[in-house]
């Protein structure tokens, strides 16, 4: 309920939003809470389906989920000072120094993270302290450093599900299984079940959960978009590699900032060019430190950016400058009400009365939402990057956005960037009647 690509693209915060200066493109019904989140069945008959699926507004659904998440996991889970989700008593540091780490000690923090190749450290906050507290008494004592709370982000249009604190993020990436592709995806979400039918040949590295598979409805979705095939489902590239990093592991801290830096971290020494995060939340600094390495090291961060409505406040990391901000569309190529507006859209995809992969029975559901825009145009821009490289990533966009559509030339569009992609991989629910 998720990228300038290279240094150029940070210079100016219009050009920084507009993404590409340097390149020359053409400038409700009441449905049960686990449908509206996850799509309808496909055993009703696709046009019930397509009925249904295009009646559910997801603009209240990720502040239910926040809701029920802080009022489930209480334990786990506390709310900063805007009511966003974080881990309780942990903060972030960046690549603190021997200052900023002293600075911590004496306000009474320890280390539980050494900040590895991510840049991101953990500091404990002691029980019975105010996080939010100590947070301003950190920064107080470290000006030049950068702090922040271990926000959690949640996927832009299903909710992944927390029936244990079980697993932890990290861990070497497993061997692939099925054929490896050339082409390369990255996908930080839920872990893919990798049973279903559409991944029976497809190529996934896996990383997380200590190895351990923690099959994520929304992740199935998500990754099925890009490298599923089955005889009556087909991906954007389905003969693609996917590193898939599992962040969320059936844990109530899963989709923490502190896990999504250190999958980024993963592949990044992978050197996988293009990952698609469908995941949202609020700006937070540390994780904008790890976006901003990775667009300047040519990765091409696509975050789809959200359902809370076009008058709502711009989502995260969709909107870091360099990020590669997803919106979705119907079958007519209008844009979907609930999906946000802004600078932030570089382009859009189908994000309804389309169908996916799903965990479980039946197979295949119905989704709606940015979430499910975004790897498609994930795994388009991926055929036209091999490799993180600056320069490449903008020549990339450019080739890919010669085949958007939807927006006149010479203009860029609010509601959808450059144009519409990927039309053409939408898979219409009445294909399983």
């Given amino acids: 309920m998720l990228v300038a690509v290279g240094c150029a693209l940070a210079a100016g915060a219009a050009d920084a939003q507009l993404r590409l200066p340097q390149v020359q493109l053409p400038q409700l019904q009441q449905i049960p809470l686990q449908d509206a989140l996850n799509g309808n069945t496909l055993r009703e008959p696709g046009r019930r389906l397509l009925e249904r699926a295009d009646s559910v507004d997801l603009r209240a659904l990720r502040l239910n989920q926040i809701g029920d998440l802080l009022k489930r996991h209480r334990d786990a889970l506390e709310a900063d000072p805007r009511g966003e989700p974080v881990v309780r008593h942990e903060l972030l540091a960046w690549s603190p120094g021997a200052a900023g780490l002293a600075a911590a000690r004496s306000a009474g923090l320890t280390v539980v993270g050494d900040g590895g190749d991510d840049g ?3 500091l404990r ?36 599900e927390y029936p244990t604190p079980a697993g932890q993020s990290g861990g070497r990436g497993a061997a692939p299984a099925g ?31 200590d190895g351990a598979s923690h099959p994520n409805p929304h992740g199935t979705a998500v990754a099925a978009l890009m490298v599923g095939r089955s005889p009556r489902f087909q991906g954007v590239a389905p003969d693609a590699t996917l590193y898939a990093a599992d962040i969320y592991c059936d844990s109530p801290t899963g989709g ?21 995060i469908s995941l949202v939340g609020p700006p937070n600094q540390i994780l904008e430190q790890v976006v901003k390495r990775m667009v300047q090291r040519g990765h091409l961060l696509v975050a789809a950016v959200g359902n809370d409505g076009p008058a709502a ?11 590669v901000g997803v919106s979705g569309v119907d079958a007519k190529g209008r844009p979907l009400p609930e999906a946000a507006r802004g600078p932030q859209v570089m382009f859009a995809a189908p994000g309804s009365q389309m169908a996916s992969a799903a965990v479980g029975a039946p197979p295949y559901r119905t989704v709606r939402g940015t979430s499910f825009a975004s790897p498609i145009v994930a795994a388009l821009l991926a055929g036209a990057l091999d490799r993180p490289d600056p320069e490449a990533a903008r020549r990339a966009i450019a080739t890919v956005a010669k085949g958007a559509s939807g927006v006149a030339a010479g203009t860029v569009s609010n509601e959808t960037g450059y144009g519409v992609l990927g039309a053409a991989f939408r898979v219409d629910p009445s294909a399983f009647r």
């Fill in 179 to 209: 054929r490896p592709g050339a082409t390369r995806i990255g996908l930080v979400d839920g872990g893919p079940a990798r049973d279903h039918e559409v991944f029976r040949d497809a190529a996934i590295v896996a990383w997380g959960c």
């Fill in 256 to 276: 923490s900032a502190s896990r999504i830096a250190g999958a980024l971290g993963w592949l990044a020494g992978e050197r996988v060019a293009v990952v698609n």
């Fill in 125 to 160: 906050v002691p029980d019975g302290a105010d996080t939010a507290a100590m947070l301003e008494r950190l920064r107080a004592a470290d000006p030049d450093g950068v702090y922040d709370f271990n926000h959690i982000y949640t996927g832009s249009a299903s909710a992944p």
């Fill in 313 to 323: 406040p711009p989502l995260y990391p969709a909107s870091y400058p360099g990020v």
């Fill in 120 to 122: 991101v450290t953990v």
